[in-house]
Nanobody, 124 residues
Framework: QVQLGESGGGLVQAGGSLRLSCAASGRTARPDVMGWFRQAPGKEREFVAIVTWSVGFTAYASSVKGRFTISRDNAKNTVYLQMNSLEPEDTAVYYC?????????????????WGQGTQVTVSS
């Protein structure tokens, strides 16, 4: 089993920044693909970004590209999501997820483990 714990959410004004963290732990081998998803009230969960532990491959949703940066710290087993130029439309619960292998990293169905989520609220 793999446990994921998010932190770093909060309330910020539009144009501000937040950094989310996701710490991975557990007895089994670490899944290679780490993703961030978000879910706003009344909407489906959507892909935000991914990074792979092995080679550091990254990918972003078009809505956040250029504003968000995903990174990893292998020594700390922690993945980060730096969010800049935040907009009210970024308000959501943000989830960290892990997958051992994925055919479509944008699909939440491809992820085996999920964190509990952290609330991000951006005021206008």
């Amino acid at each position: 089993q793999v446990q994921l714990g998010e932190s770093g959410g909060g309330l910020v004004q539009a144009g501000g920044s937040l950094r989310l963290s996701c710490a991975a732990s557990g007895r089994t081998a670490r899944p290679d693909v780490m993703g961030w998803f978000r879910q706003a009230p009344g909407k489906e969960r959507e892909f935000v970004a991914i990074v792979t532990w092995s080679v550091g491959f990254t990918a972003y949703a078009s809505s956040v590209k250029g504003r968000f940066t995903i990174s990893r710290d292998n020594a700390k087993n922690t993945v980060y999501l730096q969010m800049n130029s935040l907009e009210p439309e970024d308000t959501a619960v943000y989830y960290c997820a892990a997958s051992r292998s994925t055919n479509d990293y944008r699909s939440s169905r491809d992820y085996d483990y999920w964190g509990q989520g952290t609330q991000v609220t951006v005021s206008s």
